[in-house]
């Protein structure tokens, strides 16, 4: 008993003596170097560029522990600039100097941090209205150009309170020094734009979608999500994204001018409000001709609307496999539906090249792409667009289908508009197909 109290006191001994040296080891330990405050902390009454020794610097906490008027404190690693020797931090010191105690108020919301003084710079942040940040220095950048003005300001290096840098145009901030006593109150410029808030939060769509949906008369090729006038909330860049134009517009800010237009500062383009629920967005193309698109939101999405549509034309189209599958004609052809939006079409040289170009193949694809008039519903179903393999263009046709089989007529690309054909060709082409087992 006594050698196990004896083994127990011992350990007790020796802990305690490795304790008191571990104490005796960090109380004594060297600094790892120095740092320069980034950001004042009034708590420790320690300002911008002042140096402090470093002792410990802990990634998990994400802590400096530096030792000031000999007691040691924690501050966060982003406060705080690591530098080997002291000669390195009064180098940084020199660097910032100019700027030591100035800070910066955001005036706009969204206005993005670059990697490089550009407006056209990689994105790093995106600053929120009235946040601020540390100016740690300024550089030479390249001009900001806003409606062939060059934007007075100067490209600023600055720090956010998270630690994040980056290079941001003062055009849209509000620089003050910490110690002018009115600058806390100067921090707030100006309340938020809710009208700017309300366009860069809100989904715009191209007008059309709103004409479509009128019309009952939805074209998923041309209603997707992917399709309108995306703001840049969180990137910087503006883009109109339309089927067959896809255009960005990086900005360093967004500014209203006395008409209440929205100018996208640092490119062309300028947002015009038509109504609640209507935007028009125009800029300068290359050319120098002025290009206006409008935009709306809607309550239905769109999405699900083109969804739906798709699974119309589907079942259409699975309606007439179900009714062939195999058609014949003798002045046309045998033509035969398959399963996967596929066809096979053989004899059908007769149309050859007047419609069907030479060297198209018997393969290829087949869909409902567009809507017919109501005027010709009396007579055909809807239209049959082919595309064959060997041809890069689709051959649409009005089609019907009965119990006898399927009837074809050619309809030029000329009378499709908006998706919709509503006239016939002055000296149809007409095409009658015999469901298997019946040849017409």
Avoid at 51 to 68: F, G, T
């Amino acid at each position: 008993m006594k050698k196990t109290l004896l083994s127990f006191y011992n350990i007790t001994f020796i802990l305690a003596l490795l304790c008191l040296s571990l104490f005796t080891c960090i109380s004594c330990s060297k600094k790892i170097g120095y740092g320069v405050v980034n950001w004042s902390i009034p708590e420790h009454n320690l300002t911008a560029t002042d140096i402090v020794p470093i002792l410990v610097r802990s990634n998990i906490s994400k802590v400096y522990i530096a030792e000031l008027n000999k007691e040691k404190i924690e501050i966060p690693l982003w406060q705080l600039t690591f530098c080997t020797s002291k000669r390195e931090a009064q180098a940084y010191i020199e660097k910032t100097k100019e700027y030591r105690s100035v800070y910066a108020a955001v005036k706009l919301d969204g206005l993005p941090l670059r990697s490089n003084p550009d407006n056209t710079g990689k994105q790093v942040y995106r600053l929120r209205e009235n946040q601020i940040v540390k100016v740690l220095w300024k550089g030479e950048g390249a001009p900001v150009i806003s409606r062939d003005k060059q934007l007075e300001g100067d490209w600023l290096y600055v720090m956010t309170n998270d630690g994040t840098r980056g290079w941001c145009f003062s055009y849209n901030l509000f620089t003050y020094d910490e110690r002018e006593p009115s600058a806390p109150q100067q921090r707030q410029e100006t309340a938020a734009d809710e009208v700017l808030t309300g366009i860069l939060k809100s989904r715009w769509y191209p007008q059309y979608y709103r004409e479509m949906i009128q019309k009952k008369h939805i074209d998923p090729e041309r209603m997707t999500e992917d399709f309108g006038f995306f703001p840049g909330e969180g990137t910087g860049v503006a883009r109109i994204m339309l089927k067959d134009m896809q255009i960005a517009f990086p900005y360093t800010g967004i500014t209203k001018n006395r008409m209440g237009a929205y100018q996208f500062e640092g490119s062309p383009l300028l947002l015009q409000i038509r109504d609640a629920e209507t935007i028009a967005v125009n800029y300068t193309d290359d050319k120098g001709s002025v290009q206006i698109h409008t935009f709306i939101t809607l309550k239905e999405n769109p999405q699900a609307l083109a969804d739906a549509e798709t699974e119309r034309r589907n079942a259409e189209l699975q309606a007439l496999i179900n009714a062939g599958p195999v058609f014949n004609s003798v002045n046309y052809g045998v033509l035969q539906f398959l399963q996967d939006g596929r066809f096979l079409w053989n004899g059908y040289q007769i149309l050859t090249p007047s419609i069907i170009p030479k060297g198209a193949g018997a393969s290829g694809s087949v869909a409902i792409r567009y809507f017919i008039s109501s005027k010709l519903k009396t007579e055909y179903r809807g239209i049959l667009s082919f595309k064959f393999d060997g041809s890069g263009n689709w051959i649409d046709f009005f089609y019907t289908v009965s119990k006898q089989g399927v009837k074809l007529e050619y309809v030029k690309p000329e009378n499709i508009t908006d998706g919709i054909a509503a006239v016939r060709n002055l000296n149809p082409v007409i095409l009658f197909f015999g469901a298997e087992g019946i040849e017409e």
